[in-house]
T-cell receptor, first 115, second 111 residues
């Protein structure tokens, strides 16, 4: 079946603009994760959903970052009033189980550039 | 603090020249250790999960091993198509829902 998809693949925003990044997980996957990956670094955890419940948002860097998954499938990561330090690749991953011990499958990412 | 360190940062190999990548970790009560491969412009691709010291897993030219303090990714007779960044991540009991990644090893295999 299809893997995790993300859109847009590339986004350029002017400083101060709001952006919305979309993630379509693998069908039937209970868990969904967002990560931020700076150039030359490993991904860093942002937030985690089990179905529609956001169980962990400890990695969100500021209150300008907001994520939702209202129907337990598609998720949106929203960044308000973007800053240059928000420039990064935003990765979405999904997993088939809500009990943690399952592999996370990643999408291709959205590369955000804030000018 | 839970931490993952990968070495070397970059590795250049001749085709057929076997080598190993290292992932050392400090985490209390490791729940799982994961290896991913990442190609430029793509998301990480899952390779292996290891759960306990002494465990080994193989896939084609790759073999992953785990001890109580580190994991190795052994690459036997690599080919140019093995060129990628290899990421290691751990899962800790304190925050089992998130993966803690290292910065990766960038592998280049030349023909």
């Amino acid at each position: 079946g299809a893997g995790v998809s993300q859109s847009p693949r590339y986004k350029v925003a002017k400083r101060g603009q709001d952006v919305a990044l979309r993630c379509d997980p693998i069908s039937g996957h209970v868990s969904l994760f967002w990560y931020q990956q700076a150039l030359g670094q490993g991904p860093e955890f942002l937030t985690y959903f089990q179905n529609e419940a956001q169980l962990d948002k400890s990695g969100l860097p500021s209150d300008r970052f907001f994520a939702e998954r209202p129907e337990g499938s598609v998720s949106t990561l929203k960044i308000q009033r973007t800053q240059q330090e928000d420039s990064a690749v935003y990765l979405c991953a999904s997993s088939s189980s809500g009990t943690y011990n399952y592999e996370q499958y990643f999408g291709p990412g959205t590369r955000l550039t804030v000018t | 603090e839970d931490q993952v360190t990968q070495s070397p940062e970059a590795l250049r190999l001749q085709e057929g020249e076997s080598s190993s990548l290292n992932c050392s970790y400090t985490v209390s009560g490791l729940r799982g250790l994961f290896w991913y491969r990442q190609d430029p412009g793509k998301g990480p691709e899952f390779l292996f999960t290891l759960y306990s010291a002494g465990e080994e897993k193989e896939k084609e030219r790759l073999k992953a091993t785990l001890t109580k303090k580190e994991s190795f990714l052994h690459i036997t007779a690599p080919k140019p198509e093995d060129s990628a960044t290899y990421l290691c991540a751990v899962q800790a009991p304190s925050k089992p829902d998130k993966l803690i990644f290292g910065t990766g090893t960038r592998l280049q295999v030349f023909p």
